[in-house]
């Protein structure tokens, strides 16, 4: 047996292997309600033998949506479609968990398949908030600065969104806090310019996401796990380090804090990003070494080598993204002893 399907235990919850779906927007759900796609596309993962399913960034608040066709839990009708997803998650054997997130300037933006750009008042576009009142890309409209009692609000969304994401079922849940989104662009000094509380200082800069940790943790229960998503650098000189990410991880740790989910970049549209096999798995690595647990994430493709990544103690999950686009199923062949759905046993 491969280290893949060895069980793991977070808090209360059992994982069957360290295999997990990374989470992926799918930009078709209408008004953040999730709908028959979801469903399927979810339920097919599960199916497939990943040990932990993560869906996609879902939206804390309507601005806070990348797109209009953004998944959110903004209200409490958004919950019943999502828990008919984490019933059917959990009866095939996998762990439902779930991203909450804002986007901040990176809000207000067209599906990709139509092009990606960001959304005018006449297309349905919204205005954007930001640490600073700086573009992502020098062409778009720049985001609002928001104040203390803005800010006081998107921790009250992240709050309200944990307590349904609760009340939809998920056992994980994961704050959003990279790729150029809301959080992200606090804590980076390239999109955080603010000179009261919230800016300057590294401790000023992550004031955001221990303030959400802390508000989150008020409603979601200590034995179920939360994990934090980062960008462990903004790979761009000045930018946020990997160093700051491992002071930052020490703090979340002691907060409570279960799992970093260790991504990078997002935050500076002109970043040059070395991107490779498992190109980030040395942020996994580093961050491990603080002693949190740790998911691996980015060019991850083969059985092998997520088998070596969790053999080495590099992370303690492995994080598929688009492997799991092109083979729902991947899980099933990636170890031999891999529960199958009893449904598909004469196919093995
Ligand atoms: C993503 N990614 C992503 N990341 C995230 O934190 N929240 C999200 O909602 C999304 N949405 C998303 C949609 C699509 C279509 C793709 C391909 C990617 C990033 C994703 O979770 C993952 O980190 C990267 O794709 C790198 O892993 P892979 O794809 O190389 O395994």
Same mark, same amino acid.
């Given at each position: 047996?491969?280290?893949?399907?060895?069980?793991?235990?977070?808090?209360?919850?059992?994982?069957?292997?360290?295999?997990?779906?990374?989470?992926?927007?799918?930009?078709?759900?209408?008004?953040?309600?999730?709908?028959?796609?979801?469903?399927?596309?979810?339920?097919?993962?599960?199916?497939?033998?990943?040990?932990?399913?993560?869906?996609?960034?879902?939206?804390?608040?309507?601005?806070?949506?990348?797109?209009?066709?953004?998944?959110?839990?903004?209200?409490?009708?958004?919950?019943?479609?999502?828990?008919?997803?984490?019933?059917?998650?959990? /009866?095939?054997?996998? !762990?439902?968990? =779930?991203?909450? $997130? %804002?986007?901040?300037?990176?809000?207000?933006?067209? #599906? +990709?398949?139509?092009?990606?750009?960001?959304?005018?008042?006449?297309?349905?576009?919204?205005?954007?908030?930001?640490?600073?009142?700086?573009?992502?890309?020098?062409?778009?409209?720049?985001?609002?600065?928001?104040?203390?009692?803005?800010?006081?609000?998107?921790?009250?969304?992240?709050?309200?969104?944990?307590?349904?994401?609760?009340? /939809?079922?998920?056992? !994980?849940?994961? =704050?959003?806090? $990279? %790729?150029?989104?809301?959080?992200?662009?606090?804590? #980076? +000094?390239?999109?955080?310019?603010?000179?009261?509380?919230?800016?300057?200082?590294?401790?000023?800069?992550?004031?955001?996401?221990?303030?959400?940790?802390?508000?989150?943790?008020?409603?979601?229960?200590?034995?179920?796990?939360?994990?934090?998503?980062?960008?462990?650098?903004?790979?761009?000189?000045?930018?946020?380090?990997?160093?700051?990410?491992?002071?930052?991880?020490?703090?979340?740790?002691?907060?409570?804090?279960?799992?970093?989910?260790?991504?990078?970049?997002?935050?500076?549209?002109?970043?040059?990003?070395?991107?490779?096999?498992?190109?980030?798995?040395?942020?996994?690595?580093?961050?491990?070494?603080?002693?949190?647990?740790?998911?691996?994430?980015?060019?991850?493709?083969?059985?092998?080598?997520?088998?070596?990544?969790?053999?080495?103690?590099?992370?303690?999950?492995?994080?598929?993204?688009?492997?799991?686009?092109?083979?729902?199923?991947?899980?099933?062949?990636?170890?031999?002893?891999?529960?199958?759905?009893?449904?598909?046993?004469?196919?093995?």
């Amino acid at each position: 047996m491969s280290k893949i399907n060895e069980e793991l235990m977070i808090k209360s919850v059992r994982f069957s292997n360290r295999l997990g779906m990374s989470p992926m927007c799918q930009y078709s759900a209408v008004n953040g309600f999730a709908g028959d796609w979801h469903l399927v596309h979810y339920g097919s993962r599960a199916v497939g033998g990943v040990g932990l399913i993560l869906l996609e960034a879902t939206a804390v608040a309507p601005e806070g949506r990348i797109t209009p066709y953004d998944l959110g839990l903004w209200d409490d009708a958004q919950i019943d479609g999502l828990k008919k997803i984490t019933d059917f998650i959990h /009866a095939h054997g996998a !762990v439902a968990g =779930i991203q909450i $997130a %804002h986007a901040g300037r990176k809000a207000s933006h067209d #599906s +990709p398949v139509n092009g990606s750009a960001q959304l005018s008042a006449e297309q349905g576009g919204w205005a954007t908030v930001a640490p600073s009142a700086l573009p992502f890309d020098a062409n778009e409209i720049p985001p609002l600065e928001l104040d203390e009692k803005g800010i006081s609000e998107v921790i009250a969304q992240f709050r309200e969104a944990a307590l349904r994401s609760l009340k /939809a079922g998920f056992k !994980v849940l994961e =704050i959003h806090a $990279a %790729h150029g989104y809301l959080i992200h662009e606090f804590y #980076s +000094p390239l999109s955080n310019k603010r000179t009261d509380g919230y800016g300057g200082s590294f401790e000023n800069r992550i004031r955001l996401l221990l303030e959400i940790v802390e508000a989150v943790q008020t409603v979601w229960p200590a034995d179920l796990p939360l994990f934090v998503r980062l960008s462990a650098t903004d790979w761009t000189l000045g930018g946020w380090t990997l160093d700051e990410t491992v002071r930052l991880c020490e703090i979340l740790r002691k907060k409570g804090v279960d799992l970093i989910d260790c991504s990078s970049g997002g935050n500076v549209a002109t970043a040059r990003i070395p991107i490779g096999p498992g190109y980030q798995v040395a942020f996994a690595e580093a961050v491990r070494n603080t002693g949190i647990m740790t998911s691996a994430v980015g060019l991850i493709t083969t059985a092998t080598q997520a088998n070596s990544i969790l053999q080495d103690g590099k992370a303690d999950m492995v994080l598929l993204g688009r492997e799991l686009l092109r083979q729902p199923y991947f899980a099933l062949t990636a170890d031999e002893n891999i529960t199958w759905p009893d449904q598909y046993l004469r196919a093995k």
